[in-house]
């Protein structure tokens, strides 16, 4: 075999073991972090493990599973995590590409609106525009991290759901909806 096809295999190997390993890693999902309280005011907080017919499985902070009947709980918080610097970050990427767009539109803007009214300056007005692309990306910047961290912020609102006083068929439907975010989705 010539050293092209060899090389040509190689890559071929490697990179095969490299997708074919975030499998693997995939398949290593976590459930919802849960924060349960029961009728008699205790709290139970650890990971969803899976949900059962008429109960939850957690992993509590200990490490230890925790079954918790679904007759006894009053309220099931999902904790979320916060999103706001995703949304900073994107954010900043975004409201500075649109901020230079702007500030080279408000530019070019300019031009006509100068030679239609016969100012002089136009000349001057050609160096002006690092200053405009400069203040657009400013602008856009701000305005993107605001708004990035606002829409991140929301998105990581925890969710409260009450059990106490469902009922059997909204229960049902919440422990389906429930399932969808257990690390074993199809334990029945």
Known sequence: ???????????????????????????????????ITKK?????????IAVKPNSLLLLNTEGKDVAVGIADIRVIRIVKKSK????????????TGLGAVIGACLWMVGLPVMAIFGEAGVESHMDDFPDFLWKGVLIGTGIGMLLGAFIGG???????????????????????KLRKKARVRDYR
């Open 40 to 48: 008699d005011g205790q709290q139970i907080e650890g990971e969803l």
């Open 1 to 35: 075999m010539n050293p092209t096809g060899k090389k040509f295999i190689s890559l071929f190997l490697v990179s095969s073991l490299m997708i074919l390993s975030v499998n693997l890693y995939a398949k290593e999902r976590r459930g919802a972090e849960l924060i």
């Open 154 to 176: 929301s998105a990581g609102i925890d969710k409260t759901i009450q059990i106490e006083g469902m009922t059997d068929s909204e229960i049902q439907e919440t422990l389906d």
């Open 84 to 95: 706001v610097l995703l949304g900073v970050g994107t954010g900043l990427l975004g409201g």
